[in-house]
């Protein structure tokens, strides 16, 4: 049996079980931890495989969000209708920003998903009567999964979060593989060449956007399910950056890195805030020395780890979970 | 009549302070290809330190208006030979994310040192009068501001166009390794942009205090302004930063008076409609 | 394939043997009742402040804690026998961030009260939590109207304001004293927004005219073209609410551009706070507001809270300090009267709901339906003396009640 599923069952079967010998209090932080999770891969998905370093993803966590709390509210109790709705509203998002937004390169496209972000924020916010303003939406109630289970206690909220982004990874691993997932590592490498090839590169990026900004919006009705509240805050341009830091810090262009990256960056915060106020300072300090020492991530500490230790052995699994990336991304020249 | 007199000097008051601000970050991006996330921050450092000297120490606002900008510019200095030099090898994305994790750190030594309130800083007692213009009563501050930006505007345009200095800036921004081949010390050059660029990042912060205050996390304010300015401008150019200041002005102002609800909306559509329609900006090259 | 299954076999061993001994999340999370076990021993009481100390409103953060660390150090930090813990989490304003620290006081630090925050937002975000937990709350600033109308709770209680009753109050006294015409202008937030709204019905009701509004997004810097509408032939006032750094530029702005002395300027109590005055010269001069504190207000209690904040800290209390004050004492008096022992939230509430004090603000209790704040609202007007603007209460309305829908 390959190695590299064993260990993604084995750590399945761990995270199953947390919730046995960790209090609520860590269980709750574990789920925050996953859904942060989901939204880092899926801009991985932009960023790492594609190359496209976008800083306007938190639109799609919002639209997600916000669609799915409305649904919630006034339609329906049921997770899949409501999650489905947050779905569809992402991906209409995602469909109008990535047609304008893909046209562009490096720092246009940049500038360009951060401007779309930033008037769905401004939409957000204005538009009270829908959205709550800056109040945000709140009082959204547990919802249903099938007809009587009520995913009325954080545990349930936990394993509900759990399985779909288990499922969602193990789509994702097989993704990479796929030749679609290869055009997309392709376009990141050289988008000329992959041009003269004869593939039409302007589809591929849009293809890649509307996954990104689809999964993107799961995340944000997750988080709607699990904290019952969103507000205009979440969709700002520092929620963007922030996600931006955590696959970065993580791994770009791994499958494992950004999940990594959120956790890192949750027990930062959470426990860093606990001891002091200047705990912006410290994110930035051990930004910056990620950036200089550790351009790959902690996945690629990990990695570099792996291959002075072992220095024989063959890392063929590692290929399953992993591809490395050049940094170098369409901002140069 | 006189209103809408009124909006037009408040929208060149604004655009100009804009282009005071804004200059910096485009010469940096321009020759460097380093978008400097920390210029936000290097502006308000200028504020900070320029509150201490004049509100604080009591010295007069010329004296801040000398001191604050060589300042900033020193300290620029120090930046770029301690954290960007060594980091050339890495690609332009890395400093970027650099400058980045810099604005986090400047973010907590501000309220550390300044604490948290926000803080206001006093005109020069002779400008702090209104003078009747139509009907209308407009701060003299502001009218000063308008004339020193128009100044500014002025020496960096004649700079950049007619001295030998402004020649090998120009060149770098077009090719950068020819430069080099001809014998200019390309790094030399560098390390004076980013010079030239703190500097008027803290002119700016001095000149901007009276009208803007300071207060923490303003510094992401200014940053993305200053953004919004650099795209519509284009790179490269001090004419078309100097344009674009006064259009984002123009158009912010006249938004808030007329629809203030939208007025956020509209400066973002206009960025991104810029982005779409001409990329390099309105008067900018193409950056690859 | 043997590998996994010794691998896994092991670890669900494992799992099992330190389920049986730790307290896990299943354990714990099946019973719904929280039952802390606190029986008549001498673990001190665990009072949450969920308060910001970075972000925008971290001043008002700071000062709420001031007021309550104040209140609780004159008590020796104990009550009625028991020890007093105030535990303080920061919330950056962030609901995210503010559920997160939320989680973290009720289920790791185990807290028997919360008290706080600053933002509605924040408020709004934590009902649902503390409600479903029991968790007695009484929030000591966020004044959303809803908190105590539509998402009203056994379990929450208000002893900082309503923005209703501030708007409100201004509304009436306006049309009596200001003018029958006025423009409204507020910034461009849920806060401004409520508060305006209730200023407009108010004023309208008692028969006066609403020029014109206008509202200006949140943390603006440039309020001349604001002010260029607003300066209009005709009208008697105009009404304004900002607060922090949007009153201190407004305020400025407000006498560069000339309307200062030409048109009155009334508004909230924000727009000329002790925190915010300093920073605005002498332009805040003949600004009347409504607020319900002063720092001038002229009794025993509030002398003596003000002598003693200003020994402790070296600076004026400004409105939250007060308020900050005014919850912990209303805490204390809870706790005496249950004689320390606050195992059951049921009680705890219900005790609150009875408490009524003298405190730096007057006499305040609270609506037994809404669970508000029942209180005087007062009008200050801004003056100059000895060089320095300093306010003076020039008019009372007694026991201001927030009707509830």
């Not at chain 2, 302070?17 to 804004?22: A, D, E, K, V, Y």
């Not at chain 2, 030594?109 to 209104?130: D, H, R, T």
């Not at chain 3, 299954?5 to 714990?28: E, P």
Request: glycine share 10%; with cysteine; charged share 15%.
């Amino acid at each position: 049996m390959k190695k590299g599923p064993v260990k993604g069952t084995l750590l399945f079967l761990l995270m199953v079980l947390v919730p046995f010998f960790l209090s609520i209090y860590y269980v709750n932080i574990l789920s925050e931890i996953l859904i942060l999770s989901v939204f880092a891969v899926s801009l991985n998905i932009l960023v790492g495989q594609t190359g496209l370093v976008s800083l306007g993803h938190a639109a799609f966590f919002g639209a997600g969000a916000y669609a799915t709390g409305l649904a919630a509210l006034k339609f329906s109790t049921n997770i899949f209708i409501t999650i489905g709705i947050g779905l569809i509203f992402a991906l209409l998002l995602a469909l109008i920003i990535g047609l304008l937004s893909t046209k562009a390169h490096g720092f246009y496209f940049l500038m360009l998903t951060l401007a779309c972000s930033q008037i769905f924020y401004s939409i957000v916010y204005q538009w009270t009567n829908v959205t709550g303003g800056s109040n945000g939406l709140s009082g959204i109630a547990p919802v249903d999964v099938f007809g009587g289970l009520r995913l009325s206690n954080q545990v349930f909220v936990y394993y509900f979060i759990l399985v779909v982004i288990a499922i969602l990874l193990f789509i994702l691993s097989r993704f990479l593989h796929s030749p679609l997932g290869a055009v997309f590592i392709g376009i990141k490498e050289n988008e000329e060449r992959m041009k003269s090839i004869g593939y039409n590169t302007a589809l591929y990026k849009n293809i890649s956007f509307l996954i990104a900004g689809t999964i993107g919006g799961l995340a944000g009705g997750l988080y709607v399910i699990f904290n019952g509240f969103i507000s205009p805050n979440d969709v700002y341009w520092t929620a963007s950056g922030s996600v931006l830091i955590m696959v970065l810090i993580g791994g770009v262009g791994t499958l494992w890195g950004p999940v990594i990256g959120a956790a890192f960056i949750v027990i930062l915060e959470t426990i860093i805030s606990s001891y002091t106020e200047n705990w912006m300072m410290i994110i930035g300090a051990a930004f910056i020395l990620f950036v200089i020492f550790a351009p790959n991530g902690i996945v690629g500490i990990f990695n570099n780890l792996k291959s002075t230790l072992f220095k024989r052995q063959k890392l063929e699994h590692e290929t399953l979970k992993m591809i490395q990336m050049k940094q170098e991304t369409k901002m140069d020249g | 009549m006189s209103a809408l007199l009124l909006q037009l000097m408040n929208g060149l008051s604004y655009g100009v302070l804009l282009f005071i601000i804004t200059s910096g970050i485009t010469i940096v991006f321009g020759i460097l290809g380093v978008l400097n996330l920390a210029h936000g921050s290097l502006y308000v450092l200028g504020s900070y330190i320029g509150y201490s000297l004049i509100m604080e120490a009591g010295l007069p606002f010329w004296v801040a208006l000398m001191a604050v900008p060589i300042l900033i510019a020193i300290i620029g200095l120090v930046l770029e030979i301690v954290m960007l030099r060594p980091t050339y090898k890495l690609g332009h994305l890395s400093q970027v994310l650099l400058t980045f994790g810099l604005a986090y750190i400047f973010h907590d030594i501000f309220s550390m040192m300044w604490g948290k309130n926000i803080l206001v800083v006093n005109p020069p007692e002779a400008l702090n009068v209104s003078v009747e213009i139509a009907g209308n009563a407009i701060p003299a501050y502001r009218l000063a501001l308008i004339v020193i930006g128009i100044v500014m505007a002025v020496l960096l345009w004649y700079t950049q166009e007619k001295t030998k200095w402004g020649a090998v800036i120009r060149a770098g921004l077009s090719d950068k390794e020819m430069v080099g081949g001809l014998g200019v010390n390309i790094h030399f050059v560098f390390t004076c942009v980013f010079f030239l660029g703190s500097l008027m990042a803290g002119l700016g912060g001095v000149l901007g205090s009276p009208i803007l205050g300071v207060f923490p996390g303003m510094e992401f304010q200014i940053l993305i302004l200053s953004l919004v300015v650099l795209v519509v401008g284009g790179l490269g150019s001090v004419t078309g930063t100097f344009i674009a200041s006064l259009l984002v002005g123009f158009v912010e102002t006249f938004s808030r008076y007329f629809v203030p609800e939208l007025s956020l909306i509209i400066t973002f559509a206009l960025m991104a409609l810029v982005l779409v329609a001409r990329p390099q900006g309105l008067t900018g090259r193409r950056v690859a | 394939m043997k590998n996994f299954k010794r691998n896994g076999s092991i670890l669900i061993l494992l799992v099992l043997l330190l389920s049986a001994c730790s307290s896990g999340a299943i354990n714990t999370s099946t019973s719904k009742e929280k039952t802390k076990g606190k029986t008549n021993d001498n673990s001190p009481i665990k009072i949450g402040a969920l308060l910001p100390s970075t972000g925008v409103y971290a001043s008002l953060g700071e000062n709420l804690l001031n007021g309550m660390n104040l209140y609780f150090e004159e008590q020796n930090f104990e009550v009625a026998g028991k020890k007093i813990e105030i535990i303080h989490e920061d919330t950056e304003a962030d609901p995210q961030v503010a559920l997160r620290k939320l989680r973290k006081l009720t289920d790791q630090d185990q807290i028997d009260i919360l008290t706080g925050p600053v933002s509605t937002a924040v408020a709004y975000a934590i009902r649902d939590e503390v409600d479903s937990k029991k968790l007695p709350f009484l929030d000591s600033h966020a004044g959303g109207n809803d908190l105590t109308r539509a998402k009203r709770s056994n379990y929450i209680y208000r002893s900082s304001f309503s923005s209703w009753q501030i708007g409100h109050s201004m509304g009436e006294w306006a049309y009596k004293n200001i003018g029958k015409k006025i423009y409204v202008t507020a910034a461009d937030y849920a806060f401004g927004h409520e508060v305006a709204e209730a200023f407009k019905e108010a004023y309208t009701k008692a028969g006066g005219q609403i020029a014109g509004e206008v509202y200006p997004p949140l943390g603006n810097n440039d309020y001349s073209s604001y002010l260029g509408k607003m300066n209009q032939k005709g009208i008697d006032g105009i009404y304004a609410f900002y607060a922090g750094s949007d009153a201190v530029r407004f305020v400025q702005q407000y006498d560069q551009y000339g309307l200062k002395g030409k048109i009155p300027l009334i508004g909230s109590g924000w727009l000329t706070a002790e925190d915010t005055r300093p920073q605005q010269g002498t332009s805040p001069e003949g600004i009347k507001a409504s607020i319900f504190w002063d720092y001038s207000l002229d009794t025993p209690e509030n002398k003596a809270f003000v002598q003693a904040y200003e020994k402790k800290y070296n600076k004026r209390p400004s409105i939250e300090s007060a308020e900050g004050y005014d919850a912990a004492m209303i805490l204390a008096e809870a706790i005496k009267k249950l004689d320390g022992d606050v195992s059951d939230p049921n009680k705890l509430v219900e005790t609150i709901s009875s408490i009524e004090i003298n405190s730096p603000r007057g006499p305040i209790k609270f609506d037994k339906e809404t669970h508000n704040v029942i209180q005087n609202l007062y009008i200050v007007e801004t003056g100059i003396v000895n060089g320095k603007t300093e306010n003076k209460v020039i008019d009372t309305i007694p026991q201001v009640v927030d009707p509830g829908k």
